[in-house]
């Protein structure tokens, strides 16, 4: 039998007593939903595991008495609350003192009042600290006793919160019993966030069916950490990081806060890998420079950095100040979220023709940058936040979303201003604006012969994903559309140096460096080409599909472009992941005669893809990494992710986002994280870029890729 925590085959449990089936049962899925929620490194499929709980759960129904609330089934029950019960913190849930000072000064300064309580001169050592990120949610405590998650509460005034378990026990990163240790008491403090991804799904949900949208990702998640309907928190996206204690009884706690931190996770709890030792002020200055610059791109919203003296023995030194640590601050990083003034609603017309209303801003600066526009969504969006020209308002910036006003401060409304209207008629091409029912975005219906969605389609078509044109970007794509030059996606290919160079501010040097990129688009691959044409609901990931299951059908370059183009709805929806929405929009796309005509004429104008483009099943299975898959971790010294990923990709492999047992490689690069220390628990071999390199061009020197270095 094969070891039942990693087999995909049943566990050999037939033999034993129901109880120990329970057990085993727990064990096995509480590991699996370890390896799924937390290390994002899943060993058996979703079905598999929906098995094993089945089987668990009908031993529980036969067998009511071996039922414990520390069971994975228990998690999503819970009833309708009135309100919650009050719960007196063991140990009081203690604030954090904040550095507002967001530059350098503001380590600086911290360090240099630690050293001063510690009574060190400038001979002694710099002082250890751990950093880690200040997350933007809701402290929680998570009481384990004898190991299994007993209770749940907010902080509340830090003495008295709330008892929300029954709502936090539908967050599956948060173990229902904790691996390895079974103190009487075990207090776990963290922070309960949601994801931005999570969040902008979760408003996106909310605006198609009309409902209140989330002003940022902390309310949804305290929103949903407060709500008195179980059903409906389990709905909402939660996610959880370990970061501190509250009340312990029976366990030895580690020495350093970093320990602390290591130990936590070793019980199964998520803690971020985004963590370090650093010694001085040096080490919190550098941290804080790094986080910032990564801000943007982590998953998750974060207000700033925490330091925290990394020696017990020296916080219990340092002691407290009222209510917070002396040993610890929370460095601050630019808000994310700013008042300012909207001094107009203009309306933006998208590719697809969807009409945006956008506010114009009095300039603000938020989330690292200045903002002068942000996003009011649609009508219906602006109706229910009640805005209005000459309103004070709230505008969010954070990662790479775009910004939008999240509502606003109503107090200081001034005199009456009419509610916006939506047009007519398209402000840039002046057709009619439709709204279909059902739907909640209005749309300009001159297709192609608006020239802002003309300007949006070429942009689409011209980006790095899609056709590579570089160079071509928005100022130029304004000219070419307002001067007539460019109608259609075609025409790009008959643009000439002569023609280019009498535009505005383009030297002959320029205009040739266009027209060199123009030719060299042309080599392109199928995927690129259709996810280029701007079909809607065709992102990259359908059009590799489309592609590659076209290809199978053993198509071959025009035959596989054909295939697509002449293809039922019925024969659509054969596609992996293509549902009815994909499958319509793709038939509307080529049943519209001047599509199609303009797929006709890109051909004509000499683009194509490459024979060996992996559309064809025997083309692709004779491609050097056919059926290999890989991980990306870490920063590459040359290659970029979307570089290394295409390259990849090119030669037949996969590229997937979390490491397993049924990865080929692991490309690691600098500060490559927990995924190359996964890597390495597993055995999967760990190149570097230059491995990689070799990789991509001689393919895998053996069958058991025995000439693999593993580096230490
Ligand atoms: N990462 C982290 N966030 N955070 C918040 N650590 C941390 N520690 C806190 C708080 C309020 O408080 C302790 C320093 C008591």
């Known amino acids: 039998m094969q070891d039942p925590l990693f087999g995909a085959e049943t566990p050999a449990i037939d033999d034993a007593t129901p109880a120990q089936q329970v057990a085993q049962l727990r064990d096995v899925l509480h590991h699996h939903a370890h390896q799924y929620y937390v290390l994002d490194a899943p060993q058996i499929p979703d079905a598999e595991y929906d098995r094993l709980f089945k089987q668990l759960q009908a031993l529980e129904e036969a067998h009511p008495d071996l039922r414990t609330p520390d069971s ?89 919160g709330e008892d929300v378990t029954q709502n936090i026990r539908n967050i599956r990163q948060i173990p229902l019993r904790l691996k390895g240790v079974n103190a009487p008491v075990l207090e776990v403090r963290g922070e309960v966030y949601m994801r931005r991804d999570d969040f902008e799904k979760l408003n996106e949900q909310q ?30 996206p939660l996610s959880f990081f370990a970061y501190g204690l509250g009340d312990v ?83 601050k990083y630019p808000a994310q979220e700013q008042a300012t003034l909207i001094e107009g609603i203009d309306i933006q017309v998208g590719r697809t023709g969807k009409l945006t209303p956008v506010a114009r801003l009095k300039p603000v600066f938020v989330g690292g940058v200045t903002v002068t526009n942000a996003t009011l969504h649609n009508l219906f969006e602006l109706r229910r936040k009640h805005v209005r020209v000459g309103d004070q308002v709230i505008v969010r910036r954070a990662g790479d979303v775009i910004p939008e006003v999240v509502g606003i401060i109503a107090a200081v409304r001034p005199q009456y201003v009419p509610n916006f209207r939506m047009p007519t008629q398209c402000p840039v091409c002046s057709s009619t604006v439709v709204r279909e029912p059902g739907e909640m975005n209005h749309r300009c219906s001159g297709g192609l012969f608006c020239a802002a969605q003309r300007k949006q389609a070429i942009l689409h078509f011209a980006q790095r994903r899609a056709l590579d044109i570089e160079g071509l970007g928005e100022k130029l794509v304004d000219q070419l559309v307002e001067g007539h030059i460019v109608r259609t996606l075609p025409d790009l290919y008959k643009l000439g140096v002569a023609k280019l160079a009498q535009l505005e501010r383009m030297a002959d040097k320029s205009a040739q460096n266009i027209v060199d990129a123009l030719e060299k688009s042309k ?45 039922s709805l019925d024969q659509l929806l054969a596609v992996n992941d293509v549902g009815p929405v994909v ?50 971790t870490g920063t590459l010294p040359t290659l970029g992710r979307e570089d290394a990923k295409a390259l990849i990709e090119a030669a037949g492999g996969k ?54 270095d593993q580096p230490a």
């Open 583 to 632: 499958a319509q929009s793709i038939r509307t796309f080529f049943d519209q005669p001047h599509n199609a005509e303009v797929v006709e004429q890109l051909r004509a104008a000499g683009v194509t893809w490459a024979e060996h483009e992996p559309s064809a099943a025997a083309d692709a299975a004779s491609l050097p990494l056919y059926g290999k898959t890989f991980v990306l």
């Open 72 to 160: 994975p089934t228990q998690r999503v029950l819970g009833q309708v609350l009135d309100g919650f019960t009050p719960v007196r913190h063991a140990v009081p849930m203690l604030s954090i003192r904040t550095e507002t000072d967001t530059e350098a000064s503001g380590a600086v300064n911290f360090d240099a009042r630690v050293r001063r309580e510690l009574a060190l001169t400038e001979l002694d050592a710099p002082v250890e600290y751990a950093a880690e990120l200040k997350f933007d949610g809701l402290a929680i405590n998570l009481r384990y006793e004898n190991g299994a998650l007993v209770q749940a509460a907010t902080r509340g005034d830090g003495e008295i």
């Open 207 to 236: 605006r198609e069916q009309g409902d209140k949208t989330f002003v940022n990702p902390r309310n949804a998640a305290a929103g949903a950490v407060r709500q008195l309907d179980p059903g409906i928190s389990a709905k909402r």
């Open 249 to 331: 009884q029976g366990w030895d706690v580690p020495p350093t806060h970093s320990g602390l931190l290591d130990a936590l996770q070793s019980f199964g709890l998520p803690v971020s890998d985004k963590r370090i030792v650093a010694r001085g002020a040096d080490g919190l200055i550098a941290y804080h420079q790094a986080i910032g610059a990564e801000r943007d791109q982590l998953p998750f919203d974060i207000d700033g950095v925490v330091y925290k003296v990394n020696q017990r023995e020296l916080q219990a030194r340092l002691g407290f100040v009222s209510r917070e640590p002396r040993w610890a601050v929370a460095h």
């Open 523 to 567: 080599q392109t691959t199928l995927p690129r080409f259709l996810f280029g044409l701007g079909i809607r609901h065709v992102g990259e990931t359908t059009a590799k599909d489309l592609a590659r299951h076209f290809g199978q059908l053993g198509h071959k370059d025009d035959e596989t472009k054909a295939g697509i183009m002449n293809a």
């Open 655 to 708: 590229v997937a986002g979390s490491v397993s047992k049924k990865t080929h490689y692991v490309i690691a690069g600098a500060e490559a994280g927990s995924k190359l220390e996964k890597a390495q628990s597993l055995g999967v071999p760990v190149l570097d870029e230059e491995a990689l390199q070799a990789l991509l061009r001689d393919g895998p020197a053996a069958p058991d890729n025995a000439a693999v």
